[in-house]
């Protein structure tokens, strides 16, 4: 018996609602119509890319790399267990580091104190370049990920041939809009990373002031630990958000591929 995919519905990713539930970009109006609104993203050269894959008069699309060609054709089933085991291999990898024979390089969150005194303009450096080294992991996992369910949906019926041909149109047009809008995020914790550490150094201020430096260097990195939560946190919801094409391919290869009796 196949399992019911997960659904994600539009205008409501994961992300979306972490960023706007944690204040830290405005509240996201429900499109009208999602048509319209991709179709502001394209131009004319991208128009003209999606015409010749859904033109049935066109050539067929360009042949599958060698590596493709040569993978054998999987089940349904096998194929969401891998893409399951993908899945939960970069989850760990956000969360506690790349799992043992994952061949995932280990992306480790900076200390959880930061050397005194802390300098403002730099302090949030390493854990910018843990965030960038994160969305660099899951983008080229993803990428090839996805090039492998588009393979397998390559071997099956001609209508999801057509499937896997326009995913791969669209990834190509929608790649470098996807990269810069995610490119943000890191900016986003940036910023409350920056009005966090504004409030510790106050709180530093005040109490040297009162002359209380003893009880409160043991609280010293405890500012520190919701911003890195809330990357974790925003990091797994990327994820989802970035496996969105990979999970619509599955569900159709589950829907559209006969199942064996």
Request: a neutral charge; one cysteine or more; hydrophobic letters at 40%.
């Amino acid at each position: 018996m196949t399992r019911a995919l997960p659904r994600t519905h539009l205008n409501s990713s994961r992300l979306t609602r972490f960023l706007t539930e944690n204040a830290m970009i405005d509240a996201v109006p429900v499109a009208d119509d999602v048509g319209q609104k991709l179709g502001d993203w394209l131009n004319f050269r991208h128009a003209i890319a999606l015409h010749g894959v859904l033109n049935p008069e066109q050539p067929s699309a360009a042949p599958q790399p060698a590596h493709l060609r040569r993978a054998g054709t999987m089940t349904a089933e096998a194929l969401t267990r891998y893409v399951d085991k993908v899945r939960a291999q970069l989850e760990q990898s956000i969360a506690q580091g790349a799992p043992p024979g994952s061949g995932l390089a280990r992306i480790d969150m900076p200390p959880a104190e930061i050397d005194e005194p802390i300098e403002p303009k730099t302090a949030f450096e390493t854990y910018r370049r843990f965030y960038a080294a994160h969305q660099r992991q899951m983008e080229t996992s993803i990428q090839t990920l996805r090039s492998q369910v588009r393979g397998q949906l390559s071997q099956s019926s001609p209508r999801l041939q057509q499937l896997a041909a326009l995913d791969a149109a669209f990834e190509n047009i929608l790649s470098e809009r996807e990269a810069v809008l995610l490119g943000k995020v890191s900016k986003l914790h940036e910023k409350c990373f920056a009005q966090a550490l504004k409030q510790h150094l106050k709180k530093q201020a005040e109490a040297a002031d009162a002359g209380a430096e003893a009880t409160t260097a043991p609280a010293m990195g405890v500012w520190l630990l919701p911003i890195r939560q809330a990357m974790r946190t925003a990091l797994l919801a990327e994820l989802d958000t970035r496996l969105q094409p990979v999970l619509g391919l599955l569900e159709a290869f589950h829907t559209y591929t006969p199942q064996e009796q």
